[in-house]
């Protein structure tokens, strides 16, 4: 097994995407959670199993109390320096069913770093408190680096990247491949369905992470419906044709309707313009779904979205039992929670508690 510590940054750093993931994973269990493809497809399955578990377990009081006290001596630290709503609650919620204790740092302003302490020792500050960080950052690659540094400590707890950047916001497609997998249940399940992604793509960091995971998937096509100033980054075109998967772009979100499974929209990153305003000046009219485009979709295809929304959904779409989104979120909870017990090891405790007795 490749261990983190014996690897010096700049290696470690200079490795592609696939290179990294076998430092990441132990024989039987992922050690952090940082890049979306670190996970395979066994991996995923199994992760799906478990958050189906989880979510069952969690219907009864019993099984609720079982899942609190799974990981009541440990504690979590949520280091979220960028903003979040969903993203933090959802991590809330998911150590609070696992029976975790948490503590936040939301802003640096309150924080060491307003002093000029690093990164890094704010990170190894959070390690002596905690056994869990799971941390949203600004900066592509900081949770990468962090786990890093832990790993030359002497408590090299595991990391969750909550979001990193433009780059990765691997929870995320998790909970978006466990939402795909849970609507496509009845219908053999992931593979050989087409996603059509929606939006900004060059700066939505789920899209890119979503691309990945869905490259483990047979016969699935993927594609991109954007403008040109918003479109996918050749970075994931390349990953996706050395996955030899079939892919394309466009202008036209009604015109690939039709075929869509699943439609993945997306926001406007604006947060990144290099300068203020710049993205207002595209024209996102026709990448938004309203009502009218429902009758374009397959009546079995369901429509995603990562939130925070503004007008690529319309509101009138909510109640359509296609629109996903809500369940998507809440999907979010249980597969963080499964994703922390596998990070804790607790897998297969986990399956082997019988469902009834709960
Ligand atoms: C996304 C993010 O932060 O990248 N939000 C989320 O975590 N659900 C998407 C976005 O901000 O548009």
Known sequence: ??????????EFQALSLEEK???????????????AQQFD???????????????????????????????????????????????????CSACEILGIRIGEVRNTATSSEFKGESQEDSVRTFSSYFDLIIMRSQM????????????????????????????????????????????????????????VFVGDLRRGRT???????LTHYTGVKQYFVAPDAL???????????????????????????PE??????????????AEQGESSQIDISEYCF?????DLLKPDGIIMHPFPRRTEISHDVDSDPRAMYWRQMRNGMWVRSALIASLFGLREQLMNYPTESA
């Open 1 to 10: 097994m490749k261990r983190l510590e014996q690897v010096a940054w700049q």
């Open 21 to 35: 993931a076998p430092y990441l994973s132990d024989k039987n269990k992922p050690l952090h959670a940082l890049i």
């Open 41 to 91: 497809r066994g991996q995923l399955d199994k992760l799906n199993e478990l958050t189906t578990k989880i979510r069952q377990l969690a219907k009864s009081k019993t099984g609720n109390d079982y899942l609190q006290s799974l990981l009541s001596h440990k504690r979590a630290m949520l280091y979220f320096t960028q903003p979040s709503t969903r993203t933090f609650l959802s991590f």
């Open 140 to 195: 592509g690659g900081l949770a990468e680096r962090m786990a890093w540094v832990l790993s030359n400590t002497t408590r090299p707890v595991p990391i969750i990247n909550a979001g990193s950047g433009k780059d990765q916001h691997p929870t995320q497609a998790l909970l978006d491949i466990y939402t795909l997998q849970r609507s496509f249940e009845n219908r053999g399940g992931i593979d050989h369905k087409s996603i």
């Open 207 to 213: 899209v890119r992470s979503l691309s990945a995971l």
């Open 231 to 257: 479109q996918i980054s050749t970075d994931i075109t390349t990953e996706l044709d050395a996955a030899g998967v079939q892919w394309e772009t466009s202008h036209s979100m009604s015109e690939l309707l």
């Open 260 to 273: 869509a499974d699943a439609l993945y929209v997306t926001r406007v990153q604006d947060e990144w313009d």
């Open 290 to 294: 309203t009502r009218d485009h429902l």
